[in-house]
C-alpha cells in the first residue's frame, strides 16, 4: 500500500514539473511581450481601457479580421473612430464575453462582427482564447468566458498547460521533421489592425483546398445560435447597429469546387434578422470590388492590398445601409 501511494506521489509531482515546464516555455514570451509593450492582445485591450468612449466602431472576429479591416481606411471613409478587436482564433463565445469587456468602457455606434464556419465549431485554441480574456479587467467577465463558454474543458485548460498547449506542443513536435521556418512574430500595428506585407507565393497557391464545409468541419449550430443570439440582444438593448460579415477567400480557392455551405447557412440564417446587415465581402459590389490571388498571404488571410480592398467594401456598407 505505500508502495502505491508513493507510486501516485511520484506521479502527481511528474505531473506538476512537467505542467511547470510548459507553463514557462510557452508564457515566458508572452510575459517578455507584456513586459516590452509588444504583445498584442495586451495592446489591444490596453486601447479599450485607458480610451474611454474614444471609438465608434469596433471589430469582432479571428486573425482575418485584424489582417482585414485597417481603422485608417474606415476612419477616413466614415470620418469616425474605429477599432479593431479581432484576435487569433476567436471563437464566437469569445466575440461575445469580448464585447462585454469592451462596453463596460466604450460606447459604440456600430458593431461588426465576422463569422466563418470554424470561429463555431467544437475545437478550441484555448490558449488564444485565455490570452485574450487575461486582459479583461473584469473577474466577472473573465470567469464567465472561462466557466459558461467552455464549461469542465474550458476550466481545465485554463488550470492544466498541458492541455491548454497540447496543439502547441504537437505543432513542435512535428517541426521537428519539416522544414517549415517559424513566421517572424507580428510588430505592425495600427488600432488592432496588423498589416501584413506578405504576399502568397505560387508554389502556395497551387496547393490550396477548397472552402471548409460541413463535411470536414464541426461546425455547431447551437453553439452559433447562442452566442449570436446574446450578441444582437447586447447589441440592440444598447443600440448598436450589428453588421455581419464574411471574410473574402483567394478566387483561386474558391473555383477549386462548387461547395457553398458556408455561403448559403449564413445568406439564410440572417435573413432571420431584419435589423443585422450581412454581406459576403467575397461577392459584394464584384464590379467595384475585386480581389486577386496577390491580395492575400495565405489561403485564407489577406495581406495590405486585401486589407485595403476589405476596409473599403466595409466603409460602402456602412455609407449605403
Known amino acids: 500500500m505505500k508502495m502505491f501511494l508513493k507510486h501516485i506521489a ?38 479599450i481601457h485607458s480610451n474611454k468612449n474614444a471609438y465608434d466602431l469596433i471589430v469582432l472576429g479571428s486573425s482575418r479580421s485584424y489582417t482585414g479591416f485597417n481603422p485608417n481606411i474606415i476612419d477616413k471613409g466614415l470620418n469616425l473612430e474605429s477599432f479593431n478587436m479581432g484576435t487569433s482564433a476567436q471563437d464566437i463565445a469569445e466575440s461575445y464575453y469580448t464585447l462585454v469587456e469592451i462596453l463596460d468602457y466604450q460606447n459604440p455606434k456600430y458593431v461588426v462582427l465576422e463569422t466563418y464556419l470554424d470561429l463555431s465549431d467544437d475545437s478550441h485554441d484555448y490558449y488564444q482564447i485565455f490570452s485574450n480574456a487575461s486582459f479583461f479587467n473584469s473577474k466577472k467577465n473573465k470567469y464567465n468566458l472561462i466557466a459558461e463558454g467552455y464549461g469542465t474543458k474550458g476550466i481545465g485548460n485554463y488550470f492544466i498547460p498541458l492541455m491548454k498547449f497540447n496543439q502547441y506542443i504537437k505543432k513542435e513536435i512535428t517541426s521537428l521533421f519539416s522544414e517549415n521556418n517559424k513566421k517572424p512574430p507580428k510588430k505592425n500595428w495600427y488600432k488592432g489592425f496588423y498589416r501584413d506585407t506578405v504576399v502568397v507565393t505560387k508554389e502556395q497557391i497551387k496547393a490550396f483546398g477548397p472552402i471548409s464545409n460541413y463535411n470536414n468541419k464541426s461546425f455547431n449550430r447551437e453553439r452559433f445560435d447562442t452566442y449570436f443570439n446574446k450578441i444582437y440582444e447586447l447589441t440592440k438593448s444598447k443600440g448598436i447597429k450589428l453588421f455581419t460579415l464574411r471574410t473574402p477567400y483567394p478566387p483561386t480557392r474558391i473555383k477549386i469546387n462548387d461547395n457553398k455551405d458556408e455561403e448559403n447557412f449564413y445568406k439564410n440564417y440572417f435573413q432571420d434578422f431584419n435589423d443585422v446587415g450581412y454581406f459576403d ?40 445601409h
Open 10 to 47: 511520484y506521479g502527481l509531482i511528474t505531473f506538476v514539473l512537467i505542467n511547470l515546464l510548459i507553463a514557462f516555455i510557452y508564457e515566458y514570451p508572452a510575459y517578455k511581450a507584456i513586459k516590452n509593450k509588444t504583445h498584442k492582445n495586451y495592446l489591444k485591450w490596453n486601447s
Open 281 to 320: 465581402l467575397n461577392n459584394y459590389k464584384k464590379n467595384k470590388f475585386t480581389y486577386s490571388d496577390t491580395d492575400f498571404s495565405d489561403y485564407h488571410h489577406t495581406n495590405y492590398t486585401g486589407a485595403s480592398i476589405m476596409s473599403q467594401q466595409l466603409v460602402d456598407i456602412i455609407s449605403t
